[in-house]
């Protein structure tokens, strides 16, 4: 039951996450604790195996790129193929496949949460008169060890440059597919009733254990 809750977690995290650009979906794998081999204590024969549940193994991130669309806007951008945009933010350098950014008050271009984002020589970009910045400025870095931060950010090291190519106008759409997600939680909600169920089966058995069994009555 505490595996599906981390699993509903996530789900609900996609779901919310369903038109954020560049956002990537995270997977919870689980493994079984393993099983119980059981034996008849008289004879000694094997009854057989008997399952412990399962654990959360461990949370990935699934890296397939989304949808790229058209917005005909001028700050937005993506990134086709490989790479991050970098940015500045004050915990230090965070890479991001969301390219929906804006014009700071001092001219600088910044993500939705103001980070300051960084061209190919890892100095902040400004916006230009015109209120555009041209695309081969932005820079695409190659990231290892991925560590996903929040719904957007990534951090890992990032020095070398990308194959990928910045594509203005356009934004990466989410990697979170809904019709999946619904299904996924329905699955789990399954799932998670029945651990109820057992819990509830056991709980009644013991209470007859404890208040029937020995009585005088006998029953």
């Known amino acids: 039951m505490v595996a599906e809750m981390v699993r509903q977690n996530q789900i609900a995290n996609d779901l919310s996450n369903t038109s954020t650009p560049g956002y990537r979906g995270d997977r919870a794998i689980q493994r079984s604790f393993g099983d119980l081999l059981l034996s008849n204590q008289a004879r000694g024969a094997p009854v057989g195996p008997l399952g412990l549940g399962v654990t959360i193994d461990e949370i990935v991130t699934d890296a397939t790129p989304g949808p790229i669309r058209e917005t005909g806007e001028d700050l937005d951008f993506a990134v086709e193929g ?6 500045r933010t004050p915990a230090g350098t965070r890479y991001t496949r969301n390219g929906r950014f804006a014009a700071a008050p001092d001219g600088t271009l910044v993500t939705a949460l103001g980070h300051p984002v960084l061209g190919r020589d890892g100095a902040p970009l400004r916006v230009g008169r015109d209120g555009k910045v ?86």
Request: no cysteine; hydrophobic share 45%.
């Open 82 to 87: 490989d790479g991050f945009f970098a940015v």
């Open 134 to 219: 041209e695309p081969g400025q932005l820079g695409v870095f190659a990231l290892q060890g991925a560590r996903k931060e929040g719904d957007s950010l990534f951090a890992g090291a990032g020095a070398a440059p990308a194959a990928g190519r910045v594509r203005a106008g356009a934004l990466e759409g989410s990697g979170a597919d809904p019709a999946r997600a619904l299904v996924d939680m329905i699955a789990s909600f399954r799932a998670f009733e029945a651990g109820q169920k057992v819990i509830t089966t056991i709980d009644e058995t013991l209470s007859k254990a404890a208040n029937q069994v020995g009585s005088p009555r006998g029953s």
